[in-house]
T-cell receptor, first 112, second 114 residues
Framework: DAGVTQSPTHLIKTRGQQVTLRCSPK?????VSWYQQALGQGPQFIFQ???????QRGNFPDRFSGHQFPNYSSELNVNALLLGDSALYLC???????????FGEGSWLTVV | GENVEQHPSTLSVQEGDSAVIKCTYS??????FPWYKQELGKRPQLIID?????GEKKDQRIAVTLNKTAKHFSLHITETQPEDSAVYFC?????????????FGQGTILTVHP
């Protein structure tokens, strides 16, 4: 039973560029959330997808957008990258409303 | 929105001692409280969780207690071992359609000395 998988694991981008990160939820899970974890801090909620719709959103600008596909996998897109976007981006999955939340290994993004 | 405060920020213990980490939350709608262990460069791994209809939960050397009235919950690790050294995060999530929006505490760096 595969857990939450994310790709790529590491990437380096230049300021102003755009990036797409991908996530496949744990088998049987239908809800995907994305978090940003800056160095030395706790993860911060970006948004959550359920039934291919953004259901909740944290305090992040519109440069952060996402998508969920019919197979429940998800993408996180960040436009106009800033140096401050450098962080570990974590995907978490769960079965809707009330089940354990599992995290993937994350994607390390460095913006130079 | 929810605010989770976690203390202490660092905790140093001798192997075999107990460790306690405490969190408080602000939103009475929160009803799910997981604890995650994160080793350097790795993902947060769930170690134990508790729901608001339960006051205490135990899993071997790890236990969590929840006081809904006071809005605080605590992680207890007994007989600590060097491999328990990591950063520990508490988190809180509301229920219903807002379920899964975890708000994390600031983290506790636990060091267990052999």
């Amino acid at each position: 039973d595969a857990g939450v998988t994310q790709s790529p694991t590491h990437l380096i981008k230049t300021r102003g560029q755009q990036v797409t990160l991908r996530c496949s939820p744990k088998s049987g899970h239908d809800t995907v959330s994305w978090y940003q974890q800056a160095l030395g801090q706790g993860p911060q909620f970006i948004f959550q997808y359920y039934e291919e719709e953004e259901r909740q959103r944290g305090n992040f600008p519109d440069r952060f957008s996402g998508h969920q596909f019919p197979n429940y996998s998800s993408e996180l897109n960040v436009n106009a990258l800033l140096l401050g976007d450098s962080a570990l981006y974590l995907c978490a999955s769960t079965l809707d409303r009330g089940n354990t939340i599992y995290f993937g290994e994350g994607s390390w993004l460095t913006v130079v | 929105g929810e605010n989770v405060e976690q203390h202490p920020s660092t905790l140093s213990v001798q192997e075999g001692d107990s460790a306690v980490i405490k969190c408080t939350y602000s939103d009475s709608a929160s009803n799910y409280f997981p604890w995650y262990k994160q080793e350097l460069g790795k993902r947060p791994q769930l170690i134990i969780d508790i729901r608001s209809n339960v006051g205490e939960k135990k899993d071997q050397r790890i236990a969590v207690t929840l006081n809904k009235t006071a809005k605080h919950f605590s992680l207890h690790i007994t007989e600590t071992q060097p491999e328990d050294s990591a950063v520990y995060f508490c988190a809180a999530s509301p229920g219903g359609t807002s379920y899964g929006k975890l708000t994390f505490g600031q983290g506790t760096i636990l060091t267990v000395h052999p």
